[in-house]
């Protein structure tokens, strides 16, 4: 398994951008498909791939925007997804580990994220509660890691 930018491997953008699509849909409900396809193209949002034998498995992208309701904080860890088949191999955590290694190299000492049922998730993995945010008729769990000194 292999971890590369999504921008070197651009045949994989249309299928992880439907994964993080249909997997937050109340995070859609006003924006098209091809709209979000075209976000997921957009030259500052940097977007991880994991790669399984030519086979696409998981993303995870670093964003400067991700909760509407809190533009203050960035950058985000976000749209944080594998395939069912490929869970709890450690995927997920290589992609988080990309995404915080990326943001360290663009100089930022915190990192953020937003989730409404994976908290335990990823305090498992130092990240700290902030707050919560009622937002897309759910509430969001906003969490902080601090990356360096």
Do not use: C
């Not at 994989?12 to 849909?25: E, G, R």
């Not at 498995?57 to 400067?64: E, I, K, P, Q, Y």
């Amino acid at each position: 398994m292999t971890i590369d930018y999504l921008r070197n491997v651009p045949e994989y953008t249309s299928t992880v951008a439907k994964w993080i699509y249909d997997t937050f849909p109340h995070e859609f409900e006003t924006t098209t498909f091809e709209a979000w396809l075209e976000v997921m193209k957009h030259p500052e949002r940097v977007t991880f791939v994991a790669l399984e034998n030519g086979r696409a498995v998981g993303t995870a992208s670093l964003d400067f925007e991700d909760l509407p309701p809190k533009p203050d904080l960035t950058p985000w860890l976000a749209s944080v997804y594998v395939l069912p088949e490929y869970r709890s191999q450690g995927i997920g955590e290589k992609l988080i580990t990309a995404v915080e290694k990326e943001a360290v190299a663009k100089g930022f000492r915190y990192i953020y994220l937003h989730t409404s049922d994976r908290a335990n998730f990823y305090a498992k993995r130092g990240w700290q509660i902030l707050l919560t945010v009622d937002y897309w008729g759910k509430t969001n769990t906003v969490m902080i890691k601090k990356l360096a000194d």
